[in-house]
């Protein structure tokens, strides 16, 4: 008797923490759906510098152009251009998102004037020298993750829920360079400060943490100072922003081949 | 000459230590949204060739840019060049909207372009360099500039003035070209090292080459419409235009009763050349196709097709020491004559070396490209290409080269140019004596 009653409440209890972990997975995903609502802007084009530390500590600096349009069926496209040093100057990248996280992506590299597409295994190549990974720059695409909830924790001082994101599907798993990111949500603001990324083996990659957060205007949100450390190779690019500018009216036609692969102002 | 390019090279090297602090708080140029690149080339030749006891070539070269917004629907962006060599390559001062000098102008407006935008339409007009296709190696599509050729090797699209009008619409863009001004390509110089060695049992008389003028006539047109569907980037263009590698008219020449010489004028053919080029991904590859069919429309002799297919796989993080990342680029070109006129009275394009054939797209008749660049840090890589012709003996050009960079204004390249095997007579075979070791120096400011 007293083994029957162990047994059933042992299944009781799977039944218990199985039903909580479903309950989980919609709440995770509502908040990363609520965090993307929220904070996204019609259009938005930042100037940003770029500070990249090596493991020797050497500093190099570039200075980049960030342009985003969100389309009225919520996907983005994001023109990114470097505008220093020299040598890299007018080096840009095109993304239009797609819905299951298949992007397209071009490169364009102005020594040759051509804008290549990139595969999607170049998705996790780093961006020029950066700690950001293409696929970091771009945003986060709900659709292309599967997310859970690891609970909450206070991160300076703010509560925060602890979310963690995998690859949706196996392409996903094949395309992305992490196996899992495990992302530090506000409670107050709904807004991502922290994530960590975890490499296909599992170990962790690299921490980005957001920082001097600035209420822009109504529910949104933006961090002006961006650190992305990796903690394997214990090199550093920090992102501060120069300029920003909200729903300018940015037109599609920004976000083409022509105008990636213009050079100039 | 050696010695000044030297002092350049160090008073470059001395200023380069200044760019941190250049990027902090612009000065000089910069202040003013200029920006330079100084660039100083040298090319160590391992032979004499027949006609060229010059082993060792030192090139310099200082390009300033800069751009201005207008208004918020104008900008216009100006690229200049000084440039001198002891090789004879440059020669005085010359301005031509159509540019005929066989040498380069010491002073030159490499760009000039003034964009207009208006809605979904952008226009510019002005010195432009264009680049269509998706292959790497060749493009069979990319028509509308002529080459500077005088270093077969080391070559650079010439600009070109013309109007562009481009119509964006969603994922696809359209764009139409028009030419006032046929620019031929600049051609090795005789007795340059590039020019094979004509038997000396050869006679005849050969004549200057006959540009188009510029006239309505005259006028080239290119149209090119690019989309993207489902992930698959797709263009479809046309180019009504001219060669820019002439072709020769044979004809003969009396010198004497009962005695004729062979007479050879270079002309350039006028052509009409569809083309389709599509580039998509698949997993870890890119891949990507091009081809274009070149209809003779005056003044040629063949009717050609032209392809060239191939991809790239990035190998991340491969198991080598110090090696970061491995791009490898492979592809096939292939050229077919679709149409050969025997009763013409221009040459076939291999039938003289040393002019068209040689640095013309017949190069790639049959030939397959391989290329490997090796990252081993952010600022050190290694390339190595190799293009290996097919179509006569297989004969090849290998190209290893390494880009370090010292700082983010200073940058050192250095590698060989190699001409393998082959009949002395094939494509690469031709240029065996051209075996060199180049190194070039370069400063942005």
């Given at each position: 008797m007293t083994a029957r009653l162990a047994a059933l409440a042992l299944v009781l209890l799977l039944a218990v923490l199985a039903g909580h972990a479903a309950a989980q997975a919609p709440a995770a995903l509502a908040i990363m759906q609520k965090q993307r609502e929220l904070h996204q802007a019609k259009d938005e084009e930042e100037t940003l510098a770029v500070k990249i530390v090596d493991k020797r500590g050497a500093v190099k600096q570039r200075r980049l152009v960030r342009s985003i349009l969100t389309a009225p069926d919520g996907l983005s496209k994001v023109l990114v251009r470097f505008v220093a040093p020299r040598d890299i100057a007018n080096t840009g990248l095109l993304i239009w998102e797609a819905r299951d996280g298949d992007d397209d992506q071009w490169l364009y590299l102005p020594g040759v004037k051509k804008v290549k597409r990139i595969a999607a295994s170049g998705k996790k190549n780093r961006f020029l020298g950066t700690d950001f990974a293409f696929e970091d720059l771009r945003p986060e695409a709900i659709a292309a993750n599967r997310y859970e909830s690891a609970g909450s924790e206070t991160l300076d001082g703010q509560d925060c829920w602890v979310i963690e994101a995998f690859p949706a599907t196996a392409r996903q798993a094949a395309d992305s360079g992490y196996s899992k990111r495990r992302l530090w949500v506000r409670k107050d603001i709904t807004q991502i400060v922290k994530r960590e990324y975890y490499d296909t083996k599992g170990r962790l990659e690299k921490v980005q943490t957001d920082r001097r957060l600035v209420n822009v205007r109504g529910p949104l949100w933006r961090a002006d100072e961006i650190e992305m450390h990796d903690?394997?190779?214990?090199g550093r690019t920090v992102l501060t922003l120069e300029k920003r500018a909200l729903?300018?009216?940015?037109?599609?036609?920004?976000?083409t081949e022509t105008e990636l692969a213009r050079e100039g102002t | 000459m050696r010695e000044r390019l030297a002092l350049v090279a160090a008073a470059l090297i001395s200023l380069a230590p200044g760019i941190a602090a250049a990027q902090d708080a612009p000065t000089g140029l910069a202040a003013l949204g200029i920006k330079g690149t100084a660039i100083l080339k040298n090319f160590s030749h391992f032979d004499t060739t027949h006609d060229d006891p010059q082993l060792i070539r030192d090139e310099g070269l200082v390009r300033l840019e800069i751009a201005r917004r207008l208004a918020p629907w104008s900008e216009v962006r100006l690229v200049g060049e000084v440039r001198k060599d002891d090789g004879d390559l440059t020669d005085g001062v010359t301005f031509q909207i159509q540019e005929k000098d066989p040498r380069r102008s010491v002073l030159d407006l490499k760009e000039a372009v003034l964009t207009l935008r208006g809605g979904p339409v952008d226009v510019t007009l002005g010195k432009q360099i264009f680049a269509w296709g998706t292959?790497?190696?060749?493009?069979?599509?990319?028509?509308l500039n002529a080459y500077d050729y005088l270093d077969v090797i080391d070559n650079e699209k010439l600009g070109l003035w013309s109007a562009a009008f481009r119509l964006t619409a969603g994922a696809t863009t359209a764009t139409f070209v028009v030419v006032p001004a046929f620019v031929p390509s600049r051609l090795p110089l005789p007795r340059s090292r590039w020019i094979p060695e004509i038997p000396r049992t050869f006679m005849g008389v050969a004549d200057d080459r006959q540009v188009p003028g510029v006239s309505a006539d005259n006028m080239q047109y290119a149209a090119r419409v690019r989309t993207t569907v489902r992930g698959v980037d797709v263009s479809a263009s046309y180019y009504d235009g001219f060669e820019h590698v002439p072709v020769l008219r044979v004809s003969s020449l009396a010198v004497a009763p009962g005695v004729t010489l062979p007479r050879f004028a270079p002309v350039f053919t006028r052509v009409k050349v569809p083309g389709l080029d599509v580039s998509t991904t698949y997993g870890k590859f890119e891949l990507h196709a091009e081809t274009a069919a070149r209809f003779v429309e005056s003044r040629g002799r063949d009717d050609r097709w032209q392809g060239i297919a191939g991809f790239n796989y990035t190998w991340d993080t491969?198991?080598?020491?110090?090696?970061e990342q491995v791009v490898f680029l492979a592809e096939y070109a292939r050229e077919i004559t679709l149409h050969s006129r025997s009763s013409s009275s221009f040459l076939p394009l291999d039938a003289v070396p040393g002019l068209g054939d040689l640095i013309s797209s017949t190069i790639f008749r049959e030939a397959l490209i391989g290329r490997a660049l090796v990252k081993l840090s952010e600022d050190t890589q290694v390339k190595l290409t190799a293009v290996l012709d097919l179509d006569s003996a297989p004969n090849a050009y290998v190209q290893p080269k390494v880009t370090h960079r010292i700082t983010d204004a200073f940058q050192v390249e250095g590698g060989l140019d190699l001409f393998a095997a082959?009949?002395?007579?094939s494509h690469w075979g031709r240029y065996r004596r051209n075996n060199r070791v180049f190194v070039f120096l370069k400063y942005f400011f």
């Open positions: 903690v394997q190779s214990n729903d300018t009216g940015l037109k599609d036609s920004l976000f | 292959a790497d190696t060749f493009n069979p599509t990319d028509n491969p198991p080598l020491p110090g090696v082959g009949e002395p007579d």
